[in-house]
């Protein structure tokens, strides 16, 4: 199946720097990846729509002048945490969507994670 | 207001057994449903994606069901491994123009030898 990956892994960082999450799409193109943060025992939470050009669309919530999103390429999209606060510690979670599949039954294929820690 | 409940919370079961975890769910208009595997520290792995006109789907060990009627469906494991061992989350799609995604809290399930 198709692969997306993160980079970093995990990341430590100490209260009040700012961190950024690549994710790559390796084997196609995604004109759209999406963000997602999850806390401990809870399911993914959808932070953000990003897409390949254009300004990434935040979900309610989520403050977009914090949360910087960068859809340069149709392979790589990065997630910025701006001034970070040890309550944005988090693992954050980026998809991208097969090509060609915009549509209810889309294709979503998920990165394997990045573990952020601020202290 | 659009939400996916499952349950258990979590289950513990030996080896080789089979279980069932349960996905309930009130999102309008619904589009379609899926099952996720996530390990530990993971993202998650598509299992199987099932519309409103499809009542059951396979994947090796994995069967999902979908009742839209009653809005719930199950995802049956067979002959369970240790690799098993993971949080198994559904996701409704709602059938608006942004697709969106809906997901459950996941059944952290836990397979001893």
């Known amino acids: 199946g198709a692969v997306v990956s993160q980079h970093p892994s995990r990341v430590i960082c100490k209260s009040g720097t700012s961190v950024k999450i690549e994710c790559r799409s390796l084997?196609?193109?995604?004109?759209?990846m999406f963000w997602y943060r999850q806390f401990p025992k809870q399911s993914l939470m959808l932070m953000a729509t990003?897409?390949?050009?254009?300004?990434?669309?935040?979900e309610q919530g989520v403050e977009k002048d914090k949360f910087l999103i960068n859809h340069a390429s149709l392979t790589l999209s990065t997630l910025t945490v701006t001034s970070a606060h040890p309550e944005d510690s988090s693992f954050y979670i980026c998809?991208?969507?097969?090509?060609?599949?915009?549509?209810?039954?889309?294709?979503?294929?998920f990165g394997p994670g990045t573990r952020l820690t601020v202290l | 207001k659009n939400q996916v409940e499952q349950s258990p919370q979590s289950l513990i079961i030996l080896e080789g057994k089979n279980c069932t975890l349960q996905?309930?769910?009130?999102?309008?208009?619904?589009?379609?449903l899926r099952w996720y595997k996530q390990d530990t520290g993971r993202g998650p792995v598509s299992l199987t994606i099932?519309?409103?006109s499809e009542n059951t789907k396979s994947n090796g060990r994995y069967t999902a069901t979908l009742d839209a009627d009653t809005k719930q469906s199950s995802l049956h494991i067979t002959a369970s491994q240790l690799s098993d061992s993971a949080s198994y989350i559904c996701?409704?799609?709602?059938?608006?123009?942004?697709?969106?995604?809906?997901w459950g809290a996941g059944t952290k399930l836990i397979i001893k030898p």
């Open positions: 099932m519309t409103f």
């Open positions: 990003s897409n390949e050009g254009s300004k990434a669309t935040y």
């Open positions: 996701v409704v799609s709602a059938g608006d123009s942004n697709y969106q995604l809906i």
């Open positions: 998809s991208a969507r097969y090509p060609l599949q915009e549509g209810p039954t889309d294709t979503q294929y």
């Open positions: 996905c309930n769910y009130t999102v309008s208009p619904f589009s379609n």
């Open positions: 084997d196609f193109q995604a004109t759209t």
